[in-house]
């Protein structure tokens, strides 16, 4: 009787002894820290410096480019270069790749908030600016803005966020908030008050270039 009692005795005892195997499975490791949101204010996008022979509001014609890696503006003369992830002029974003830079980069919208973008879509999504349009659309209601020549004034549609690549490759995800400087209320603004051509936008970048989370925590 006692011959047969050992056995189960037996594989306990080994049993117990390998519950601090790392390989056992009995623990998931842990999930990817949530990244941190920037918020970037009043990067101006070609303000209007006057009107043209039709009496429409003209610039210079000229991009302001941004490194989303740094978090910072890049000088023109590095326009060139991969230094810099989005640019904008007007209403209009352009990103690092295809016909506009030597860069990686491409950028979707989506029709999500920018917290419930979790994961960066799979590079085959990704649009690259070209000859037939941008990666990020032009016109009223196309990308990231609705256009109301009533009142003359741009306000970013809700529920959208755009998913970027960057010009080395890496991921990030950018939400504007205003196209005004200052970034003034909607239902407050003025077009004959309010400067336009001046960006107030959030985003997060993954700085890991193995990594697609773009996950982000809510205030």
Request: hydrophobic share 35%.
């Amino acid at each position: 009787m006692y011959r047969f009692l050992f056995v189960p005795l037996v594989l306990t005892l080994l049993l117990m002894g390998c519950s601090d195997d790392p390989v056992s499975g009995l623990e998931e490791p842990p999930g990817e820290e949530a990244l941190e949101v920037q918020v970037v204010e009043d990067v101006p996008a070609d303000p209007i410096t006057g009107v043209n022979d039709q009496g429409r509001p003209v610039g210079n014609n000229e991009f302001t480019f941004f490194s989303l890696r740094d978090n910072a503006v890049v000088a023109r003369a590095d326009s060139a270069s991969t230094q810099w992830d989005i640019a904008f002029r007007g209403t209009t974003l352009i990103i690092n790749g295809g016909v506009s830079g030597p860069g990686e980069g491409g950028a979707l919208v989506l029709e999500e908030t920018f917290h419930a973008v979790s994961e960066a879509p799979a590079d085959a999504d990704f649009r690259v600016d070209s000859d037939e349009g941008n990666a990020v659309p032009t016109g009223s209601g196309n990308g990231w803005y609705n256009y109301n020549p009533q009142v003359n004034l741009v306000t970013p549609i809700p529920g959208r966020t755009i998913a970027v690549r960057t010009a080395d490759g890496r991921m990030a995800k950018l939400r504007i908030q205003s196209y005004y400087e200052g970034a003034p209320p909607e239902d407050e603004l003025n077009a004959q008050e309010d400067e336009a051509r001046y960006y107030t936008f959030e985003f997060a970048f993954q700085d890991d270039p193995e990594s697609r989370s773009l996950r982000t925590l809510a205030e």
